[in-house]
């Protein structure tokens, strides 16, 4: 698993090496650009919406809707990535942290529209998830909603499938979202396929987050 200094050398060809797993539909980028499409759709729904992306990266999703006018707030713990981000998107708020430990304090006194994590979450262990999705539903406005947009299957069948078809290239210290799983946890879930090995998971902001602490 690539730490922040591991994101920080990676940075620079970040989105090239992306880019070319997607074309390729190869793991485990496959559909990334349906992905991220499928989320700017939603998001473009409400023009001027206000946006909370955790692990943000370079900015590929946000700096679009930023363009477009939307209030982009963010997360990330790449100072690099954070800095390439902070280049197309001078007036966004971005800060610096990893959210597998906390969201940054400044993050917690604004609600949101929509919160967006696009490759970021599957770092986290499926309890990290659960706890930091808890609490990220606690940030939404009232008819809010959560877009997560990464490898995802729709059960551990799938899941293994993949890992078969990859062979060498599975990464055994990432945590995959099995939606049959997260259906347990999240029961209002919804998922929409963008390939074998990715997708886009949409959790509204009117769940009863105390039934997940």
């Keep these: 698993m690539l730490d922040s200094k591991g994101f920080d050398l990676w940075a620079d060809g970040y989105d090239n090496s992306v880019g070319v797993s997607d074309e390729d539909g190869s793991y485990p980028f496959a559909g990334y650009k349906d992905v991220l499409a499928g989320i700017y759709?939603?998001?473009?729904?409400?023009?001027?919406?206000?946006?909370?992306?955790?692990?943000f990266g370079t900015g590929t999703l946000t700096a679009k809707l930023y363009e477009q006018g939307f209030e982009i707030w963010g997360q990330d713990f790449s100072p690099k990535m954070?800095?390439?981000?902070?280049?197309?998107?001078?007036?966004?708020?971005?800060?610096?942290?990893?959210?597998?430990?906390e969201i940054a304090a400044p993050?917690?006194?604004n609600r949101y529209d929509f919160i967006v994590?696009?490759?970021?979450?599957?770092?986290?262990?499926?309890?990290?998830?659960?706890?930091?999705?808890?609490?990220?539903?606690?940030?939404?406005?009232?008819?809010?909603?959560?877009l997560i947009g990464d490898v995802a299957f729709p059960d551990g069948k799938a899941m293994d499938e993949c890992r078969v078809k990859a062979g060498d290239e599975?990464?055994?210290?990432?945590?995959?979202?099995?939606v049959d799983e997260m259906r347990k946890v999240f029961p209002g879930l919804n998922f929409e396929k963008k390939s074998h090995c990715?997708?886009?998971?949409?959790?509204?902001?009117?769940?009863?987050?105390?039934?997940?602490?």
Excluded: C
């Design 170 to 178: 599975w990464d055994d210290e990432e945590y995959y979202f099995l």
């Design 82 to 101: 954070i800095d390439i981000a902070s280049g197309k998107m001078p007036d966004a708020h971005l800060f610096e942290g990893d959210f597998s430990h």
């Design 41 to 55: 759709s939603l998001v473009m729904t409400r023009p001027g919406a206000s946006v909370l992306d955790i692990g």
């Design 117 to 146: 994590a696009t490759y970021s979450l599957h770092h986290l262990t499926d309890e990290q998830k659960t706890l930091l999705i808890s609490e990220l539903l606690s940030l939404l406005k009232e008819d809010g909603m959560i």
């Design 107 to 109: 993050l917690l006194d």
């Design 198 to 213: 990715a997708g886009v998971i949409v959790i509204a902001g009117n769940m009863d987050t105390e039934n997940y602490r």
